[in-house]
């Protein structure tokens, strides 16, 4: 079973971009790609969520799968409780997961926010579903200044529950990088104790798919079905 959660340092920085570039680099590879997103918050019943941004950007190969929804922009259990919605166990999140890694050779769970944000009353968050999923975590993070401190902070809350993490992507690499962002390239590996894996140009998701598609190989490393190498990413941007 091929599994990989996808979880971030916080909100709104790039994990549904990276999301849709990992289903394109492997569909490109020949892979067949699912892509589950447990809870979905702060959309319409009938407006596109995250699932169906990466089918839109990565391409009608890939499965997309939702669980639940809710109305407000907040974290999925405080949504829950404010809209009278059920709330979601990790069990079921990992059990949906699983049936999907049946019948594809690479499932994307993408979270909601950061790794510890809550999906229910009992307080689980999406690091007990890596866990009953045997999973790794690739975290997605910003690229400037702050952060540091908060990868460093959910690479800790992994190795606390024993999970694994599987590297760093950050999540929206700026055209003109500032000092910060140039100097975090080294760093957030160091901090961390995880591999770069790749760097989404800020605005990616503004491309047309077929440029999207044909990019996307060569934001993220070969672990994730990419061709770009973090030496010579640093080399192009020295701090």
Known sequence: MSVIVVSGTGTEIGKTVVTSAIAAAALAAGR???VLKPAQTGVGPDEPG????????AGPGVTALELARYPEPLAP???ARRSGLATLAPSRIAEAAAELAGSHELVLVEGAGGLLVRFDEE???LADTARLLAAPVLVVAPAGLG???STALTAEALTARGLRGLGVVVGSWPDSPDLASRCNLADL????GLPLLGAVPQGAGALAPPAFREAAPGWLAPPLDG???AESFLTAWPS
């Open 32 to 34: 067949s790609v699912a």
């Open 123 to 125: 307080g689980h968050t």
């Open 227 to 229: 061709t770009w190498s």
């Open 189 to 192: 590996p160091k901090v961390s």
């Open 147 to 149: 952060t540091l401190n």
């Open 50 to 57: 995250d699932a169906a941004e990466a089918v839109r950007l």
């Open 77 to 79: 259990d405080t949504a």
